[in-house]
Structures are given as C-alpha cells and as structure tokens.
C-alpha cells in the first residue's frame, strides 16, 4: 500500500533536536550519549521489524517510516553534539596574557583561524582583515536571576574568550561591504532612527541605546534583530527584480541571499530563513512546486544543528523555530474559517471581507508567534506584551517598507552621500513612526511572570498542542478545554517551593540590592544598587530582571537604608515598574538630589512614604520586619542614619540587614542572636564589629561588593569574622546568593563568578 504523505524533514529534524538537546552541553557526557544511541537503535529496530513483518507492514509501514527518520536524526545529532561538547578551549592556557593576534573583525567578533572567535572590548576595530594587540579574557557569566549568560551565549556561536584590545597593529585596507552600505542606510537620520534602520538592515546594534529594551517591552524584539521577516522582504525584493530572467531567476535569488547572510553574519534566525528561502529556491529551479512551510522548517533545522549543535540552548534559535512553526500549524486553520465565510454581493461588501481577511490574518499570524513562543519569552523576560498581536499589525507593514527601503539607501550611498539623504526622506518617518508605535506599546500593560520551570514548558506545550487539535476540530472541544485548563495551572510554577521564605542578595557590583520573599505572594526589596558612571541602569538591567524572574509581580515594601547612590539609584525604576505597597525611608531630610528623586518618583507612583523608626515592625505572612534603627535623632554621618531591619521567620530572627551603618551605631543596637548577617558598609573596616559579632553570633555572613578602591570586604573583617567561626560568601566571587528559610539551609550561588560586563538577552530571532 502506498506511504500516506508525510514532512519527511520534521521527523529527522525532532530526531536532531532531541540528540543535541541531550549531549550539546558544556561538557561531554557518555551516559546521555548512550541513552540517545539507545533509543535511536529501538527505534530504528522497531522500524526494520515493521518493514521485514508483512502483517506489521500492512498497516504501520507510515509509522515504520517515522521512527526511522527519527531514530537517524537521533543518532546524527547525538554524536554531533558530543563532538559539539568535547571541543578543546584554544585559548585557555593564555587567558590574561597579552597576545598579539590576526583575524578577521565585523567589529563584535574577532574570527581566527582554526581557533574560533573572540568577543572584542576596550579600543573599537574596524571591520576587515586586522592585527590586534590585547589582554585574553574570560566571558562573563550569568550573576543574577533574569541575567544574560554571555559565556553560554557566545560559545554557542564559535566565540570562547574575549580580547581586550590596546592597539590595532594593522588595520584593514579600505573599507568592509558593510560599513560602506552603512553610510548610505544612515544619512540624514536623527541617532534613534539610524541606530534602528542599521539594526534592521543590517544587523549592527551598537548605536541602539534604549530601543533594546523599549522594543523587547512593546514585544516588537523581532522587529530589531535580523529574522525571517528581514531575509523574507530582501528574498521578495530579489524575487521581483529578477523576474525577467525567467529560468535564471531562482539562483539570482539564492545568490543575493547568500550574499547577505555572509554580509550580516550567520545568526540562528538569518540562517533558518535563508535555509527556508534555499528550499523555496532550489524546488522552483527544479520545478518541484513549493515545500511545505513544516518540511522546509525542518529541514532547516537539521542543517542548522548539525552545523553548530550548541544553538539548540541559544534563545535566538527557539523563538525562530517555534514562533514559525506556530505561523505554519495555526495559519491553515483561520484560513479554513476565513473561506467558509460567505463572499458578499456587493462591491463595498467584498472589499469589506478582503479587508477584514486582511487584517484577521496579520492577527493570526501574531497570536500564532506570539502563542508558540509565550512558555519561552514569559520565562525569559519575565512578561508577556499583552498588545503584542494588534502593534504588530502595525509594525510588521512598517518593517516591511522600511527594509527594502533601507537597502535602497545603502546602495545609493555607494554612489554618493546626498542621494542617499534623498532617499531616506522616506525613510526618516516610518522608522520615526515605528519607533514612537514601540514606544507608545511598551508603557501599555504587560502580564508578569516568573521563571517557568521545565514541567511548566512541557504542560504549557500540551496546553497548546490540545488548543489547536481542537480549534483543528481534531479533538472534541470540551476536552481540548480540559487539557488546557489543567496544563495552564503547573505552567504557572515559579523556581521557590511555595511556603518557603528567601532571601536573595543580588550581585549589583559595588552596592546592596536584596529580595525578601516571604514564601506567600508578597515580596520586599531592601535597596536597589547603583555607581557612579555605570554604563547601565542596575534597575533596568539587574534589578526587574530579577524580580520577574523570581515570579515578583508587586513589592509590599521597598527599602531604601538611606540615600547612598550605591543603595538606591536602581529603585528610581523600580518604583516606577511595578505595584509597591510602601516605600520605608530613614530621615526625610537628606537633601541629596537622588533622594529626593527618589520620593519624587514614589509620589508620582502613588507609594506611600514611610518614614520608619526603631521600634516599628511589619508583617508580611511568615516573614515579619523589625527596624532596629534609626531613631528620631539623626546622626554624626549619612551613612549612620542607614536603616537596619531585623528579618524574622515565624517568630524567630534569620537575617540581620544594617545598610552601611559604622561600628558605633552596631554596638548600640539591640541584636539578638540572629543566623544571618549581610556585612554592613559591604564589609568596610569601620563596620562587623566585635559587638556586632558577639551580640549576633551569626554562622554565616554575606558580602555585597565588587571591585573597588575601597578595599571591601576590609582584610580585618575577614580575620574578625574567621576569628568567630562566621563563613562567608561575597557576591564579588560567587554572583548572587540565594538562602532558603530554614537558616541551615545552603547558599544557592546563581553561578560561578566570572568578570563582569554590561550585557543583555540576545535578540536574534
């Protein structure tokens, strides 16, 4: 009997994913090599006893065939993976020497050869072939929840170390592909619409400033970062001017294709596309119909994977795939219903259900994206966009001239600097207009969320794959109904036990920002971190990041100890982000302009200000905050008036939390013997006193510092608290510090420290 059809490419590409899920890890594991090559051996058995057993044949020779492919895709992906994961590091016996090296720059990355690339710092590189002089460095890691793993994030994309340069030796001979369009794509924009365009066309983000996170908040993220949408316009744009050349048109597409990808880089996205686009092309000039969106999504997929198994962790690679295969699956079921929809008579009529086809399509094609990729970007960014579907309908027609359009310019200013003005005159307000679409979207409401746990991926997928069986009329709609309801609820799981108290002392280099949460639904940040000529917003960057990752969605009480830059400038955002019960203060009468932005802000929020005195507590379910200073009086420094919150679960002390208060202010408190101690004034010599130690008696002391000049955590401090048996744990070196309630519960460290540098969540998707 003959084979029902099926997308041969899906079931090798699920065997691919599922190999290099198991084995494309950070180091190479034979056991998960063995049970991949195991599975893949059964299922292939059971495919050849299918195939040699005429009865088994008669009716499972479709199934025999799938679990064949799958069970190839496994083994291929397994053993590339392994090999993925066994690479040697090429530049770890040099790290923090200074090596003079050639390569190849596009300005981000220096690529090498044989040795993979290196993440460049410190002195801009021209793009092109250059000789460097520099410092090796390790890539940071993840230091907080929510942070971006650029260590991960870079190897996964052939990058082990970075390099920090001090001089160009030899710069390139004239000038790169891309910086010569890039004049062109950028005469006469203001900043923000350059920094946009160059982003969209061609993939250099350097000079986006704020709009990173002003798309990612409005859900327009794929708008930035070079995707299908980008290689689809460009392929249409190629595909409309080739058109005369009749037979000759296909490989003139293929080859502009190609053209760009190695003009803007090989991302996960750009490539899934352009793979997409090859299938397309090569079955037109074979003139074998167009490929199924699935079988060319798989197929692209399969190459991508065995070309870099790593990818299949990156962020970019999952929300590419699955936000097209969500357009692929849900896309052909609104059809359906648009062409049971009776056409109309009339003229105003049919151009009334065209437009509304329109415009219901575009909203499909969104909720479809959108509904593929929630589970991942809920448990990424910590939010769901909740107008994400009706700004794209917007955005993406905007996108789409704008890109084209973009390219028009680029090449013109190879010619000259002035046409490419002219032509840009178009361009200026629709990135203008797409950039205030963004802006308006991201101040819209957005619906929180926390760090989905894998049981929350799996049940949210069921959830999902029951949904569209039943809107597919594949399953009966009760029942679809139920599966939904039931996966949605474990979806919802945060990474802390409900009921259990935490604390989380986050790494915010050289300052203090700490989350209380109470083990119940509320939550308590004490300061917000902070430093002078930061490149980032510790709040925008570190702070909500973490909060939403921790599944925070409002704050009971926020804390500001008192009204050091290093303490509070992340709280200014904060406040202004999310729901806050009470904001507790110290003395009003600080006159320092950050404090009184700061009491701005809350009144503008709406938060009570609370000016809190020893004595006073609050109630937060288990969790119960005594403030043990200050007093009415103010004292001799800013630093003594910090407030000090005692932290109580259930009745008993856990952690004692003293802002930046110096030793004289310590031996006047009433401290009783508490577990925890965060070290005031980030360890400073001047604080952790003997009294301190002696009334607290703790067994574990946490240390909020980076590196500074100050010589925290002082080297008496260290001997004192050894001295009193007290361990200790400094964000410095381990990140975040993350302690469950009972007090002899572990430290979680959020990694392993690495150097630190400003990074963000990849947006190549």
């Known amino acids: 009997m003959p084979i029902p059809t099926i997308a041969w490419p899906v079931p090798l590409a699920l065997g691919i994913v599922l190999g290099t899920a198991v084995t494309a890890v950070s180091t190479p594991h034979p056991s998960a090599l063995l049970v991949a090559l195991l599975t893949a051996a059964v299922l292939g058995g059971a495919a050849v006893w299918v195939v040699l057993d005429h009865r088994a044949r008669r009716s499972g020779l479709s199934a025999a065939v799938i679990a064949l492919l799958v069970a190839t895709g496994l083994t291929l992906g397994s053993l590339r993976g392994e090999a993925w994961a066994a690479q040697p590091d090429p530049w770890a016996a040099r790290m923090h020497t200074t090596v003079e090296i050639e390569g190849r720059s596009d300005g981000v990355v220096l690529w090498t050869r044989g040795e993979g690339g290196l993440v460049l710092r410190g002195v801009g590189v021209p793009e092109g072939r250059v000789r460097l002089l520099g410092t090796l460095e390790e890539l940071a890691v993840r230091r907080n929840p929510g942070g971006f793993d650029a260590r991960a994030h870079w190897r996964r994309r052939g990058a082990r170390a970075a390099f920090r340069v001090e001089q160009v030796v030899v710069a390139p001979t004239g000038v790169s592909a891309r910086a010569a369009l890039r004049r062109g794509v950028v005469a006469g924009l203001s900043p923000a619409a350059a920094g946009l365009v160059q982003a969209m066309t061609l993939g250099i983000r350097d000079e986006l400033g704020d709009l990173r996170e002003v798309f990612s908040a409005s859900g327009l993220a794929h708008v930035l970062a070079l995707s299908g949408l ?105 059809m359906g219903w648009q062409r049971r929809v009776p056409a109309s008579a009339s003229a105003r009529g049919r151009w009334r259900s065209g437009a509304m086809r329109v415009l219901g399509g575009g909203v499909a094609v969104s909720l479809a994206a959108q509904g593929a990729t929630a589970s991942l970007v809920a448990s990424t960014f910590g939010a769901l966009p909740l107008v994400s579907p009706l700004v794209n309908l917007i955005a993406v027609p905007l996108a789409s001239l704008l890109v084209p359009i973009g390219f028009v310019a680029g090449l013109v200013g190879l010619v000259g600097e002035e046409p490419a003005r002219l032509v840009n005159l178009v361009t200026a307000p629709l990135a203008e207009a797409l950039i205030a679409l963004a ?106 990041p973490a909060l939403r990752a ?43 302009a950050i404090f009184r932005d700061l009491v701005q802000v809350a009144a503008l929020a709406g938060v009570p200000v609370r000016e809190v005195r020893r004595g006073e507590s609050a109630e937060l379910g288990r969790v119960r905050l005594d403030v043990l200073h200050p007093t009415a009086e103010r004292g001799p420094v800013a630093n003594d008036d910090s407030v000090v919150v005692l932290v109580r679960v259930d009745g008993a002390p856990w952690v004692l939390l003293a802002g930046d208060v110096s030793a004289a202010i310590e031996a006047d408190l009433a401290i009783p013997p508490v577990p925890v101690v965060l ?6 010599a001047t604080s952790t006193s ?76």
């Open 230 to 334: 980008h290689v689809g316009v460009l392929a249409a744009a190629l595909n409309l001017v080739a058109r005369p050349l009749a037979r000759a048109a296909p490989p003139f597409v293929g080859m502009g294709i190609a053209l760009y990808v190695v003009l803007v880089g090989a991302s996960p996205s750009v490539l899934r596309a352009a793979l997409m686009v090859a299938a397309v092309v090569l079955a037109g000039a074979l003139r074998a119909g167009s490929p199924a969106v699935v079988a060319a999504l798989g197929l692209a997929a399969s190459a991508s994977l065995l070309l870099a198994p790593g990818w299949i962790h990156d962020l970019g690679f999952r929300l590419s795939y699955l936000s097209v295969a969500g357009i692929a699956v849900l896309l052909p079921i609104t």
């Open 439 to 544: 802006r308006v979207a991201a101040r819209a409401p957005s619906l929180p969320w926390g760090e989905v746990s894998p049981i929350g991926h799996v049940t949210y997928a069921v959830a999902a794959l029951a949904a569209v069986l039943g809107l597919a009329r594949r399953l009966a709609p009760w029942r679809a109904l139920l599966v939904v309801v039931v996966a949605a609820g474990v979806s919802a799981s945060t990474p802390a036990p409900h009921g259990t108290p935490e604390l989380v002392v986050l790494d915010v280099g050289q300052g203090d920002a700490v989350i209380i949460r109470t083990g119940g639904a509320q939550a308590v940040l004490i300061d917000g971190g902070g430093s002078f000529g930061a490149a980032h917003d510790t709040g925008t960057r570190i702070v909500l």
């Open 550 to 592: 921790l599944g925070v969605r409002a704050l009971s009480v926020v804390i500001a100890t008192h009204a050091d830059l290093d303490h509070i400038q992340g709280l200014l955002l904060v406040i202004g982000s999310i729901p806050v019960g009470e904001l507790w203060i110290g003395h009003r009468e600080d006159e320092r």
């Open 679 to 684: 070290a005031p004034h980030h360890g400073s």
């Open 690 to 765: 003997e009294a301190l130690l002696r009334a607290a008696r703790p067994r574990l002391a946490l240390v909020s510092a980076g590196r500074n000049r100050f010589g925290h955590p002082a080297a008496s401090v260290l001997e004192r608290l050894e001295r009193h048996g007290v361990a200790v744990r400094t964000t410095l070196e381990e990140g975040a510090l993350r302690i469950q309630h009972p007090p002899d519960a572990p430290v979680i460290r959020e990694r392993r420290a690495a150097p630190r540098e400003p990074v963000e969540h990849a947006l190549d998707w």
